[in-house]
């Protein structure tokens, strides 16, 4: 059962600008990443439903950051079908974030009052997935559409609160470039948790990498 409310979790989103995305398989790891993550200012964390028994590691991570981290609003990611989000919700996610649109997906999580943020590509999916109440839409990949989309579409639709995943970096050019376009948040994944910080187990560079991409958004955003 999700911990916040969806008003709560989208506040939060929206508030702190980032959303880190990540997986891995050792819950151990995860753990970590996402305690590193709190400490740099992270109030919103995307575990991405990728691997083997990944529900298993998002459950022990879950009753983690409940204790360690009171203030952390956890999600889940990659979801494609509303099984699994019956199963994350279940198992204590905040809000739900898909790679596409799926109607079913919406009518799970609106029954138990948790965001839904599913990947669009175009104008008229994050039409038809506002029509289903789903508050904030992901633009995806945000890499090939880039912000001149994001830029385009709030031009008719100004209500529309959209996150982009995908080509998103810890950089003020890339930032600024996202935000001046209007999107509500960006979610970051491989570039805020490098691959050779992981292995080393170097959580005080992600605390940093956090503190920094902060400091970025609050730049940017004046």
């Known amino acids: 059962m ?36 709190y ?9 991405t439903n990728r691997g083997d028994f ?8 879950v009753k983690f950051a409940a204790k360690e981290c009171p203030e952390m609003v956890m999600g889940v990611g990659s979801i494609v079908e509303p099984a699994a989000a019956s199963l994350y919700i279940q198992l204590g996610a905040n809000f739900v974030v898909g790679p596409l649109f799926n109607p079913e997906v919406a009518k799970v999580a609106n029954r138990r ?3 839904y943020t599913p990947g ?4 008229s999916e994050v039409g038809f997935a506002q029509e289903m109440g789903c508050d904030l839409c992901k633009v995806f990949p945000g890499d090939v559409l880039g912000p001149n989309f994001v830029k385009g579409l709030r031009a008719p639709m100004p209500w529309s609160m959209l996150m982009v995943t995908g080509g ?12 001046d376009a209007g999107v509500t948040c960006v979610g970051m994944g491989s570039n805020l948790f490098p691959a050779d910080a992981i292995a080393a187990k170097d959580w005080g560079k992600i605390t940093q990498m956090c503190k920094d991409a902060f400091a970025v958004i609050a730049k940017v955003r004046k």
């Open 2 to 37: 999700a911990k916040f409310s969806k008003i709560k979790v989208l506040s939060v989103m929206a508030e702190t600008g980032m959303v880190p995305v990540f997986y891995h398989k050792d819950v151990e790891v995860v753990k970590n990443a996402v305690k590193a993550c």
């Open 39 to 47: 400490e740099g200012g992270v109030r919103a964390f995307e575990f």
């Open 54 to 61: 990944a529900h298993e590691v998002f459950a022990e991570v």
């Open 113 to 115: 009052l948790v965001p």
């Open 120 to 123: 669009c590509g175009s104008v």
């Open 168 to 179: 998103v970096k810890p950089e003020e050019t890339n930032l600024k470039g996202w935000f």
